[in-house]
């Protein structure tokens, strides 16, 4: 079975810091993704990456940076967190072929107060 | 631009009763369709997709899909609902490209009562 590893599932943090949320996935993927999950407004794309050092913004990258250093692992990065980044953080991971889908991790859930 | 509508927040169904929760999109090239399901506190669960062919696809615990490209839709549909069936539906598509991203819906909340 394909696995998804988000670091944490709950984490708190102050307005200000720098948060790193961790996924990493073991099934050799090329590609993974950020989505943000918010009542109402479903899944919305961060950031996604196809390939170690590659990314490509989603539909709102503003305020997150990522980092894929290694295939395996692709890191969202809030450079200062704010509290409207208060939010359920999903990381997925694809095989490179367009038709197949995604698989998740267990979620983070941030809250920055 | 890839997009995704779900235009009904929560659909409301009695146990034993059909079931169609709404998708329809939008995409340049060939769409590539899925069906995902979120229980509370959890990731999101792979459901059924849609790539090529037959226009009704089976998936897992006994939801379909219809996919009709001349209304742009892929709804997801089961014969006779469960309670345990409760839970939110996510519709996502995705281009051909390799790289591509892939783009969900707003999510249907679905809620079958006893």
């Known amino acids: 079975d394909v696995k998804v590893t988000q670091s944490s599932r709950y984490l708190v943090k102050r307005t200000g810091e720098k948060v790193f949320l961790e996924c990493v996935q073991d099934m050799d993927h090329e590609n993974m993704f950020w989505y943000r999950q918010d009542p109402g407004l479903g899944l919305r794309l961060i950031y996604f990456s196809y390939d170690v050092k590659m990314k490509e913004k989603g539909d709102i990258p503003e305020g997150y940076s990522v980092s894929r250093e290694k295939k395996e692992r692709f890191s969202l990065i809030l450079e200062s967190a704010s509290t409207n980044q208060t939010s359920m953080y999903l990381c997925?991971?694809?095989?490179?072929?367009?038709?197949?889908?995604?698989?998740f991790g267990q979620g983070t859930r941030l809250t920055v107060v | 631009a890839q997009s995704v509508a779900q235009p009904e927040d929560q659909v409301n169904v009695a146990e034993g009763n059909p079931l169609t929760v709404k998708c329809t999109y939008s995409v340049s090239g060939n769409p590539y369709l899925f069906w995902y399901v979120q229980y509370p506190n959890r990731g999101l669960q792979f459901l059924l997709k849609?790539?090529?062919?037959?226009?009704l696809v089976k998936g897992s615990y006994g939801f379909e899909a219809e996919f009709n490209k001349s209304q742009t839709s892929f709804h997801l549909k089961k014969p006779s609902a469960l309670v345990s069936d409760s839970a939110l539906y996510f519709c996502?598509?995705?281009?051909?490209?390799?790289?591509?991203?892939?783009?969900f819906g707003s999510g249907t909340r679905l809620s079958i009562r006893p």
């Open positions: 849609y790539i090529t062919g037959d226009n």
């Open positions: 996502a598509v995705r281009d051909g490209g390799s790289a591509s991203k892939i783009i």
């Open positions: 997925a991971s694809s095989p490179r072929r367009g038709y197949t889908e995604a698989f």
